[in-house]
């Protein structure tokens, strides 16, 4: 979806793009993350990303000109297709409001006039010690907010721990099935 919406891709270096736009979807640079190779840790911005004016985000639930109802805030891209993901397994399907997941990768850049505006705002910022002063932080600038944890260090390991455990059971179903069939 995230793709046919032209907000992710991979560029002639293999990279991740993932596309940052102004609240008004107007496209003002990308968020770069490394693919090719093993333990690649490339990450960065495109050049001339207008960081403080734009960011990754798309929506989930509801009709597209409903008011947004949720916003989901996570400390990157990834963390936020990942949370997404999880919701949508658990689910079963996408949020019945309106939900914005957006990446804020710094405090200067929340776009508080909007967010202000969101009835529910759940900071997602995984669950390392390095992003807890930044959660309590937007805590404090928007009252209306809580802090999520994820169960993992963030929500990309946490889909891909969760994932792990659909397949084992899946697995341990498949082998009850066969004994009762013998």
Known sequence: ????????????????????RNLDGQRNGAFLRGTRGENNTFKGYEKGTKRRSCW?????????NDFTSTAILCKSPIDAI?????????????????????AIDDIKSLPLERLQKVPNILVAFGNDKSTDAVAQRVLELMPQSQIKKSQAHDWNQQLLDYG???????QQQRQQDDELSL
């Open 164 to 170: 792990q455990q659909l397949r084992q059971q899946q």
């Open 1 to 20: 979806m995230l793709h046919n919406q032209g907000l992710v891709y991979a560029d002639q270096q293999q990279n991740a793009v993932f596309v940052m």
């Open 56 to 64: 990754f985000y798309f929506h989930l639930g509801g009709k597209a």
């Open 82 to 102: 990942s949370r997404a993901m999880l919701e949508y397994l658990i689910r079963g399907d996408v949020p019945p409001e309106r939900t914005v997941y957006m």
